[in-house]
């Protein structure tokens, strides 16, 4: 069954969560970017989390609309898959800020910040992609999914970059490479978890348009 309904509340509840997630990827960069100074790097990391937290009251909205609803929209585990997918995400997001935190780096490498652009890209194509799910636009969906696509492959291009940089030339303590590339490692997850959402609605499309 699919489209059975356009006021169906699942999907302002999954476009409100896809919302959060491209929210906390551009906190995210925004934190990268104000790395040396505290007070700001500080701001933007407790933004992450306050969109994490809202993605998880979203998320138990949702598991509680499956569990009294008869009917949806979407196959009931293609709903919660979706759901648990971006959560997924803005858990690994947070997890990023954490380790900026906790972690007393000296300094980061290029290659993060270049990854967190690439996953402001990659959450803004997520977003629509989840938005144009009402009305099953499949140009647009398909659109949006490859684009997603391409960003992924640049942001994994990024993390090979970022990790040879780091073992290469001895800019840093054996320490700091194990921190950093934990950073990079987090990053490169949250990446292939949005393609992972993003190869779940392709399989919706192919099955239903």
């Known amino acids: 069954m699919f489209l059975s309904t356009k006021r169906s509340p699942f999907y302002d509840l999954l476009s409100r969560q896809a919302e959060l997630v491209h929210a906390a990827a551009e906190h995210l960069l925004e934190a990268i970017r104000r790395f040396d100074h505290d007070i700001e790097r500080r701001e933007y990391t407790q933004r992450v989390r306050e969109d994490e937290h809202a993605g998880d009251e979203i998320e138990r909205q949702i598991i509680d609309e499956l569990n ?102 001895g800019q840093f303590p054996a320490i700091e490479v194990f921190k950093l590339k934990e950073i990079c490692e987090a990053l490169e997850e949250a990446s292939d978890h949005c393609e992972d959402v993003a190869d779940l609605v392709e399989r919706i499309v192919i099955k239903h348009a």
Not at 87 to 107: K, S, W
Not at 116 to 145: C, F, H, P, Q, Y
């Open 68 to 169: 009294r609803t008869f009917v949806t929209p979407l196959d009931r585990e293609d709903i919660y898959a979706i759901a648990s997918g971006m959560e997924f995400v803005l858990d690994v997001i947070e997890g990023v800020t954490d380790r900026l935190e906790l972690y007393a780096i000296d300094r980061l490498i290029p290659e993060i910040e270049g990854q967190a652009a690439g996953l402001v890209r990659e959450t803004a194509a997520l977003a629509r992609m989840i938005g144009d799910l009402r009305n099953l636009r499949k140009t647009e969906l398909l659109k949006a999914i490859q684009e997603l696509k391409v960003v992924e492959s640049e942001i994994d291009r990024q993390y090979r970059a970022g990790v040879a940089a780091l073992f290469t030339g």
